[in-house]
């Protein structure tokens, strides 16, 4: 039985408790003691007294009246109050571990409903603009775009590799299709030295530099965003199961279940003996609370800063925008391209050939894939600005979590009879506070060392805290470190924001439209609202000039 349904058993033997033939406390049977004990222990337990009997065997519920446990009874209550209490605990952590659960879920959907989008404007780019080589791009476009969600999402993958390889497969395109656009088929060795050239004679200009800048800047506050949330759930797990110490087991025993071996079932804690046992049981806890806290911040500090080139929505929704920049300039500058690489590769050799076209119906250029507002539009940004109001909520969940479960739950309200531990009085011991340092005047728990399960949570708080202040563009210069304990790989990505990087403001043909967050289900309107022949889902509703068609 867990502790759950314990609890709903519980109060209704109190009920009956209250409503039966002994309502007293103290009576001379022990018959509502075994009801609750028999209620909370599962399995059949024998031996247990019909009245009470002096209690020589027990170790923690020791009393000078007569007792209903014994020392069999004692032992069993106190793994049941190890669990009441770790149950308590994942009651009140259940909120904030569903919080940011459900939030890294509906980020994680959302950048991969932003990725998507993103590759359908690059594909109706080259769907309307240069249709001549659409079907041959779309590989390159959905390998680039695999490879930002990959990215995203935590995998080991190159950045400027990737963003390098997308130009260099874009370079022999352009160059047989708009540089040098005669009827010809190019054989391999020739399309290859057109990729190895790329770099060489630069035929896009800055844009690939400027898409690594913009990339780089955009990504890594993202990536580290959704790890952050990762590393939340995970300490929310591990002090969700924390063992408590045998000490802390005994303190428990004593303010829980001895009460009842004396037939005092509706007896609660004084406040003041409960703050001191949850501050005991909770006091390596309670050092991850300036931890937490800067965790929280941190995630707070970036969040606020992920905007402009910063903002991932911002750069992948207006990345076809450079990829029409690019092409333009190799296109504008042709003729000097075109003398460069016959230097580099030669004179190609010509066979007549048919350039495959996008299949594409005007007529459906108005039924593209529509996302559906839900109150309002709902940016990225957004989202995260009320993820991070929510928790806030939860800056010192760890620093008053004993508190917290002591007025909530397990005390004594104001001026109600309590147990002290030893009898229904008040309390007159001295309360200490939370933390380690104040339990070397706990008169309830005794707290020793360290546990090394919290100093693991420590360390790995303070490496995220470390990630998320050095992803925060304040610094000319970020250090990209890595999450995990492997490589120590650093890179350095650069935080300068110019003119290139479009950082001081957009052209006319910037996207200026927000994605809004829905459960779309992408999947299922694949098929009815296929317009390109490559079998993909083209947003047509872009509000740009693409120009005329090439």
């Not at 000078?64 to 009441?84: F, G, H, N, V, W």
């Amino acid at each position: 039985m867990d502790a759950r349904t314990w609890r709903a058993g519980f109060r209704g033997l109190l009920l009956l408790a209250l409503l039966g033939p002994t309502p007293s406390e103290g009576a001379e049977t022990c018959e509502e003691v075994r009801k609750l004990f028999q209620g909370r222990i599962a399995g059949a337990v024998k031996g247990l007294p019909d009245s009470p009997r002096a209690g020589a065997d027990l170790q923690v519920c020791i009393a000078e009246k007569p007792t209903c446990c014994t020392r069999k009874m004692e032992e069993r209550y106190q793994i049941a109050a190890r669990q009441d209490l770790q149950q308590a605990l994942q009651t009140s952590s259940s909120a904030l571990k569903l919080l940011i659960s459900r939030n890294a879920a509906a980020f994680q959907e959302t950048l991969e409903t932003l990725i998507k989008q993103a590759e359908n404007y690059t594909s109706i780019l080259f769907c309307n603009t240069y249709r001549n080589m659409a079907l041959e791009v779309v590989a390159s476009i959905q390998e680039f775009f695999t490879n930002v969600g990959l990215y995203l999402f935590g995998a080991d993958v190159n950045l400027e590799e990737f963003v390098n390889r997308f130009f260099d497969s874009l370079f022999p395109l352009v160059y047989n299709h708009l540089i040098n656009p005669s009827m010809t088929e190019r054989s391999l060795e020739d399309t290859e030295c057109l990729r190895m050239a790329r770099r060489q004679v630069s035929p896009f200009g800055n844009v690939p530099k400027r898409v690594k800048g913009q990339m780089g800047r955009s990504l890594l506050p993202s990536r580290t965003f959704l790890q952050a949330l990762n590393l939340g759930i995970e300490v929310i797990n591990t002090t969700d199961h924390l063992h408590f110490s045998k000490e802390c087991g005994r303190a428990l025993l004593r303010m829980h279940y001895c009460p009842l071996c004396q037939g005092l079932i509706l007896s609660k804690p004084c406040m003041g003996y409960c703050l001191n046992v949850a501050r005991g049981c909770f006091a390596h806890m309670a050092e991850l609370n300036p931890h937490w806290h800067a965790y929280i911040r941190s995630l707070e500090e970036l969040s606020d800063a992920m905007h402009g080139t910063y903002d991932v929505e911002h750069v992948l929704l207006n990345f076809h925008l450079l990829v029409n920049d690019a092409v333009r300039q190799a296109h504008l500058n042709g003729q000097k391209l075109s003398e460069q690489v016959n230097k580099i590769c030669g004179r190609p050799i010509t066979m007549p050939t048919q350039n495959p076209r996008c299949s594409f119906d005007p007529s459906k250029e108005k039924h593209g894939m529509k996302i559906s507002p839900r109150n309002g539009e709902e940016s990225l940004a957004n989202r995260r600005k009320e993820f991070i109001n929510s928790l806030r909520l939860y800056r010192s969940f760890y620093g008053s979590l004993a508190d917290q479960l002591c007025i909530n739950e397990l005390a004594a309200g104001d001026g109600m009879p309590c147990w002290n531990g030893e009898a229904v009085q008040s309390y007159t011991q001295r309360v200490v506070g939370g933390g380690m340092k104040a339990q070397s005047g706990n008169p309830e728990v005794k707290v020793k060392g360290t546990d090394p399960v919290i100093n693991q949570i420590i360390d790995k708080l303070r490496h995220v805290i470390q990630l998320l202040q050095g992803r925060s563009p304040k610094p000319d210069k970020w250090e990209v470190l890595q999450l995990g304990s492997g490589g120590g790989t650093v890179e350095q990505v650069s935080g300068d924001c110019d003119d290139e990087d479009g950082c001081g403001g957009s052209g006319s043909g910037e996207v200026k439209r927000r994605l809004q967050i829905t459960n779309f289900d992408i999947k299922h309107q694949q098929n009815e609202y296929d317009i390109c022949v490559w079998n993909l889902i083209c947003i047509t509703t872009l509000e740009v000039d693409l120009s005329t068609s090439i």
